[in-house]
């Protein structure tokens, strides 16, 4: 049973580009939501996805952004890159009937780095 | 402003020590505090969790202790392993939200 998957695993970008990141939950997910690990630092919240639609989100610009499609997988787009968007951006999956336990699975990561 | 508070920020044990990470919260939507360890280049992996009715929850090495009326929990890990060595999150999911925040993080390294 493959776990979260993310693609790329790394890549570097200009500041003023435009990136997008990928991810495949979990087998049985249906929910994913996105995470910002800066260096040294716990994740933070971006967004949650579920149904294709945006549920929850967290303090980010509108420069976030992303989309889930009717297989559940998910992208998370960023434009306008700045210098600290350089981060480690995780992807986890649950499942919403499971209801609150808050239970997350997470991919590896995508690291960006953003010169 | 930071919802959750972990300490130490970093910790040395000795193999077969005790390791103790404490985290304190505020708010009261909070509803389940989970514990993560993250390797490096790892995403974080779930490693215990507990529900605030819960006062402490063992499973094997690890053990939560959960102070409702004080707000704090802590993650403690007997016969620490250099295996261990990792990065340990605290977290809290939010009842409101569905939604997790983390600690800053505690940087342990148990040596042999």
């Known amino acids: 049973d493959a776990g979260v998957t993310q693609s790329p695993t790394h890549l570097i970008k200009t500041r003023g580009q435009q990136v997008t990141l990928r991810c495949s939950p979990k087998?049985?997910?249906?929910?994913v939501s996105w995470y910002q690990q800066a260096l040294g630092q716990g994740p933070q919240f971006i967004f949650q996805?579920?149904?294709?639609?945006?549920?929850q989100r967290g303090n980010f610009p509108d420069r976030f952004s992303g989309h889930q499609f009717p297989n559940y997988s998910s992208e998370l787009n960023v434009n306008a890159l700045l210098l600290g968007d350089s981060a480690l951006y995780l992807c986890?999956?649950?499942?919403?009937?499971?209801?609150?336990?808050?239970?997350?699975?997470f991919g590896e990561g995508s690291r960006l780095t953003v010169l | 402003q930071q919802q959750v508070k972990q300490s130490p920020q970093s910790l040395i044990v000795q193999k077969g020590g005790i390791s103790i990470i404490n985290c304190a919260y505020e708010?009261?939507?909070?509803?389940?505090f989970p514990w993560y360890q993250q390797f490096p280049g790892k995403g974080p992996a779930l490693l215990i969790a507990?529900?605030?009715?819960?006062s402490e929850k063992k499973e094997g090495r690890f053990t939560i202790s959960f102070n409702k009326s004080a707000k704090q929990f802590s993650l403690h890990i007997m016969d620490s392993q250099p295996g261990d060595s990792a990065t340990y999150f605290c977290?809290?999911?939010?009842?409101?939200?569905?939604?997790?925040?983390f600690g800053k993080g505690t940087m342990l390294l148990v040596s042999p």
């Open positions: 986890a999956s649950s499942n919403r009937d499971r209801g609150l336990s808050g239970e997350l699975f």
């Open positions: 087998s049985g997910h249906d929910t």
């Open positions: 996805y579920y149904e294709e639609e945006e549920r």
């Open positions: 708010n009261t939507a909070f509803d389940y």
């Open positions: 507990i529900r605030p009715d819960v």
């Open positions: 977290a809290a999911h939010d009842s409101g939200y569905s939604t997790l925040t």
